[in-house]
């Protein structure tokens, strides 16, 4: 069916709903080309101010996840499960999670990550920095590894969701990447794709996520659960915290490092502070909530406690080393380190109220440890150590966080921006709780 984009443009942009066949036409064309920037540009500015109803978001995504291959585990014989978080700082748990999937025996995980974006860190630029582990894989051979071992980590191909590929190119550059419909259908069409049984979202709020409040978070976490729903798909949004640092590191090579340790039942206690602790609990409720889905357990509760029987035992780290192993990795996993820390001490004594976590992860972008461009390299040793949490009483020349770094030159820099990402009070604040709701 044939329209002209030039009235699709203008239905939108007077807030109409469009049809199943307009939205494949301006999608399909956009694709192959048909449909020029300029035209798409304008459709997904008018989409940014008037919106668009869960029934436009729903087939938006499917018409995305259509654009190219999708997966088939129809032959598996058990269910498909992943796990997807909108992003944050020090944000690790999918290796934890993948080790505890493994372990569970029983269902699949086939996880297709990504890299970092912006202040937040990626899945993918943690695990290279193993080394020896490779996540470039065709779909045909990550297809074949899930049958075979049931859990594998790979990057976007070209293969899947083109369409997507190609509209947040578009995005980024024409001021368009905050539209919540536009959001979803890019998160959704990809888990879509993976053939999944059962989705769980980890959708963060706070001063270290792209949503900054909880409404927004919320807000989102609607839509998104909706919208798969209304493909088919079992999804659970969990709300969880990104005012600070998820756990203790911030950094590639250091945050696979805490994953190992949390794997391995190791603590990081300072000052009577776990810092591990909201890593590992985060990545526990994760977990429970996936064994559920994937029908390991009858309720997230009894998916908790079997995630952390697995942890415990021994088991997780032991399946996750495998899963490293048969990615190319080899045993024992020896992490590049950077070749200086240098401690960044409190200008001042009191209690910290809250910390700029975004500007923590541009800091650590800064040092290496991400892309400002796509064409910089990454350098998988360096980050940032956190050694103060929200609600802590700190005294003057206390280190607040531990820059890891391979270079003298402008490190001051980067000390003294850390300083300032530090909010002060002088009474008592309270902890804000890891996981804040859940929507099931």
């Known amino acids: 069916m044939s329209f002209i984009p030039a009235q699709i443009i203008k239905k939108k942009r007077l807030g109409q709903s469009l049809s199943n066949d307009e939205l494949s036409f301006m999608i399909d064309g956009f694709t192959s080309g048909s449909i020029p ?3 798409m540009s304008a459709l997904t500015m008018a989409i940014c101010f008037q919106g668009m109803d869960l029934s436009e978001t729903a087939w938006l995504t499917r018409i995305m996840r259509d654009s190219g291959k999708t997966m088939d585990f129809s032959q598996l014989g058990m269910p498909t499960v992943d796990k997807h978080s909108t992003g944050g700082v020090g944000d690790k748990t999918s290796l934890i999670i993948a080790g505890i999937i493994e372990a569970a025996e029983g269902l699949a995980m086939p996880m297709v990550a990504g890299r970092g974006l912006g202040h937040t860190g990626g899945t993918l630029d943690k695990l290279v920095s193993i080394p020896g582990f490779s996540v470039d894989m065709s779909l045909e051979q990550f297809q074949k590894n899930i049958n075979k071992f049931r859990v594998a980590i790979m990057g976007q191909t070209k293969e899947l969701c083109p369409a997507d590929r190609k509209l947040y190119a578009l995005r980024d550059v024409t001021a368009t990447v905050e ?3 536009l959001i979803c259908a890019s998160i959704m069409s990809k888990k879509l794709a993976e053939d999944l049984n059962g989705l769980v979202l980890d959708v963060k709020f706070g001063s270290g996520a792209f949503m900054k409040t909880k409404n927004e978070a919320r807000s989102l976490a609607e839509l998104l659960k909706m919208t798969g729903e209304k493909n088919g798909l ?19 090579s250091l945050e696979v490092q805490e994953c190992l340790d949390i794997l391995s039942n190791k603590q990081c206690v300072h000052d009577g502070v776990d810092y591990y602790e909201t890593t590992r609990e985060l990545s526990l409720r994760l977990s429970g909530h996936l064994l559920y889905l994937g029908g390991r357990s009858d309720s997230p509760v009894e998916g908790y406690n079997l995630s952390t029987e697995l942890l415990e035992s021994g088991l997780a780290v032991k399946a996750f080393e495998a899963l490293c192993q048969r990615q190319g990795a080899t045993l024992p996993i020896q992490l590049p380190q950077a070749k200086h820390q240098w401690p960044v001490q409190a200008p001042r004594q009191g209690y910290i109220k809250a910390m700029d976590c975004e500007s923590i992860g541009y800091i650590s972008v800064q040092l290496g440890a991400g892309r400002l461009k796509s064409s910089d390299e990454i350098d998988p040793a360096v980050g940032i150590e956190v050694n103060s949490r929200i609600g802590q009483r700190v005294e003057k ?9 391979n270079q003298n030159d402008d490190i001051n820099g980067a000390m ?13 604040e309270p902890a804000p709780p890891i996981v804040s709701d859940i929507l099931q």
Do not use: E
């Open 416 to 428: 003294k921006k850390l300083q300032d990402c530090i909010i002060w009070s002088d009474k008592p």
């Open 234 to 252: 079992r999804v659970t949004a969990v709300l969880s915290d990104m005012s600070q640092p998820l756990g203790r590191f911030v950094g590639n």
């Open 179 to 181: 539209s919540l419909p």
């Open 397 to 405: 020349g206390t280190p607040l966080f531990f820059v890891h770094s």
């Open 37 to 39: 920037d300029y035209q």
